[in-house]
């Protein structure tokens, strides 16, 4: 993959660029502001980023604003945030679209390589990975209307756990059931969130979607 790194500091910018190039990926620009950020992403069009969302010259939300700014002029393209912070205002803003290739990690959960460039392929293949305390803070405020009603307790834990990015393998372990009974469960949720058959893939970022816009609204 071609990978645009944005991150200030010189240290973890540097260990980023080495991690990425260590698994085989190219990394296209490494930058440490925002205006550069920005630039990058408009040059190179990678097939994904990792873009901090404080960046300087004001560290307040240039690396966010760089995100928006760059998926807004290219539909869809793939953007990883890694961020101590959780901006809900401009997080929101970056999910509300239906086209994927989102993710928002906290620098201090991520615990491994592995874990890390997992959910950056994941992004890179159009899909979602969202830390569960992203996910929390998105979801913290209360609803005015729920359109998701109609999902079950489970249908909601398996669309939550959708939303981290997990495999449909992966969200069984967590819920000690079959993947025969996540696959039932996630056709039920696509049904009752009225999602109309497609790729699987374009499927599951839409159902992800409707539930963070549906119950943070």
Do not use: C, W
Not at 78 to 100: K, M, N, T
Not at 129 to 149: E, I, N, Q, S
């Amino acid at each position: 993959m071609r990978v645009v790194v944005a991150e200030d500091l010189f240290l973890l910018r540097d260990g980023l660029v080495r991690l990425v190039e260590a698994y085989g990926h190219t990394v296209v620009a490494a930058v440490g502001t925002g205006p550069e950020a920005l630039d990058a992403l408009r040059t190179h069009r990678p097939d994904v980023s990792i873009v901090d969302v404080r960046l300087p010259p004001t560290f307040s939300d240039e690396g966010l604003q760089a995100a928006l700014t760059a998926r807004r002029e290219i539909p869809g393209l793939p953007v990883l945030i890694l961020s101590q912070h959780v901006e809900q205002l401009y997080a929101r803003e970056l999910l509300a679209d239906d086209r994927g290739g989102i993710g928002y990690q906290l620098k201090d959960r991520v615990l491994d390589a592995d874990q890390f460039t997992d959910a950056l392929q994941r992004v890179a293949d159009g899909g979602t990975a969202l830390d569960p305390t992203v996910v929390a803070k998105l979801l913290g405020r209360p609803a005015r209307v729920d359109p998701l009603a109609a999902l079950t307790e489970r249908e909601r834990s398996v669309l939550e756990s959708m939303a981290e990015g997990l495999s449909n393998a992966a969200i069984a372990a967590r819920l000690f059931l079959s993947e025969g009974a996540i696959s039932k469960y996630t056709t039920s949720i696509f049904a009752k969130l009225g999602i109309a058959a497609a790729d699987d893939t374009n499927r599951r970022v839409r159902a992800v979607l409707a539930y963070l816009d549906g119950a943070g609204s």
